[in-house]
């Protein structure tokens, strides 16, 4: 294996590790605080917003590449369309699996890897929410994005954000974040509480990759469980982002600066969402 190769599957193994250990606990705190519950509201209403306003199809078939335990693929199969969800952590995806189960809703879901993406003219609609900045090199966000241009059918819509790490507030991923090197993140629900202390391990400035020590602490009523994990995170701006989407084929491409549907423009923006279209 070259030393790419090597260091793709490090990253790989390292986020799927983070994200498996955590899969049950986050779940929980997704379910039954108020604030996920909000959060997740106005992305739903962003995401019809956006089927509504930048689609030139009807939107019905909905892919997510990283859903993660569902929480924007069950939303919107409430609300009507036909989804699928893949994730490469199969311990998320069983938990999606379960839910689904359990909650009688519809959604097609499966392990899957966001870079290796089989589908042709099948989707009116991907989603890549909170996962570009973990994929492991630009061949890896060029390879994603081409197949979800292929994915998609003409008039559909790729709905993806990035953190802007130019922010200047209190955000998980700016370069306050990066500079002040220790972030301690304390979540609490009925029967949990989550404490995570995020160290930064390594920053390289020049392809803007970080690398955190990531540990949770987490309390239940059956004890505590301590998750030790790193993960690799990449610093995105607006135009690294506009010029992969180019490079993949979309050429109508619109950035909105919030989740609200109605957004005025916030040049200082914690977060940017990107909408482009299938032509
Ligand atoms: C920050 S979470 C976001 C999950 C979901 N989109 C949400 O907003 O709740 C990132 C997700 O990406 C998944 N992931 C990481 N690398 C992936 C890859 N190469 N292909 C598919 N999923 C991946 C992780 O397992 C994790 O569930």
Redesign the pocket.
């Given at each position: 294996m070259g030393r790419r190769e090597n260091a793709r599957e490090t990253a790989?193994k390292a986020?799927?590790a983070y994200?498996a250990h955590r899969a049950y606990y986050e779940d929980l705190l997704v379910q039954r605080q108020r604030r996920w519950a909000e959060t997740t509201k106005r992305e739903l209403d962003f995401l019809e917003h956006a089927f509504r306003a930048d689609a030139t199809r009807p939107i019905k078939d909905v892919l997510?590449?990283?859903?993660?335990t569902g929480?924007?693929v069950f939303g919107l199969a409430r609300r009507g369309y036909q989804c699928t969800g893949?994730?490469?952590?199969p311990e998320?995806v069983q938990i999606a699996k379960d839910r689904a189960k359990s909650a009688g809703v519809s959604v097609r879901l499966m392990q899957?890897?966001?870079?290796r993406l089989k589908y042709e003219n099948e989707f009116d609609a991907v989603l890549a929410?909170?996962?570009l900045f973990?994929?492991p090199n630009d061949d890896d966000v060029l390879k994603c994005l081409g197949q979800i241009h292929r994915a998609l059918r003409k008039g559909g819509v790729l709905v993806c954000n990035i953190g802007n790490p130019f922010y200047a507030g209190k955000h998980w991923f700016s370069m306050d974040a990066i500079y002040k090197g220790l972030r301690v993140i304390e979540e609490h629900a009925p029967g949990i509480h989550s404490t995570e202390i995020v160290r930064l391990r390594d920053f390289d400035p020049m392809h803007g990759v970080a690398w955190w020590q990531e540990t949770s602490i987490i309390k239940t009523p059956d004890g505590t469980h301590t998750f030790p994990d790193r993960e690799r995170l990449r610093l995105f701006t607006y135009w690294d982002i506009l010029h992969y989407l180019q490079a993949a084929g979309f050429k109508e491409i619109k950035c909105y600066t919030n989740w609200k549907t109605k957004p005025p423009e916030n040049r200082k923006a914690e977060t940017l969402i990107f909408v482009a279209r299938k032509d």
């Open positions: 790989l986020s799927c994200y997510d590449i990283a859903c993660g929480r924007h893949l994730d490469y952590t998320r899957g890897d966001a870079t929410l909170y996962i973990l994929l």
